[in-house]
């Protein structure tokens, strides 16, 4: 007998910055990775909250408050967990198949924390 999970809803890099960017963006993108991470290289228009906080019972940061979450982190596993607490907290969240490595393998921007061109840590 096989058992079967229902699957949370994922996208893909380019799906995200589709919604998450441009003049009226559907959601947020929400980078649960933890700061070193976040300061070596993020998306542009994310907005950062480690999922550590999430599980500790953090806020989310006021710009996410009231809107769609698009969930990433390095390569999609713990976007995947923070998805899954974000929803179960009645929040609409979904998580980025591939997370930053893909965003950044796909060509999309990676910023440091100066602005400048980052890396994924």
Known sequence: MFLFRR???RVSVDQARDRTT??????ILLD?????????????SAVHIPLSSLVAGAHLPAEASDR??????????????AAKLL???GRQAVDVKGGMNAWAAAGH???DERGNNGRIA
């Open 109 to 111: 921007p990676v910023l």
């Open 68 to 81: 769609p979450l698009v969930v990433i982190c390095r390569s999609g596993h713990r976007s995947q967990q």
């Open 87 to 89: 929803t179960q907290r």
């Open 22 to 27: 441009g003049d009226t963006p559907d959601a």
């Open 32 to 44: 649960v990775r933890e700061k070193p991470e976040w300061n070596a290289g993020h998306a542009p």
């Open 7 to 9: 699957s949370r809803p």
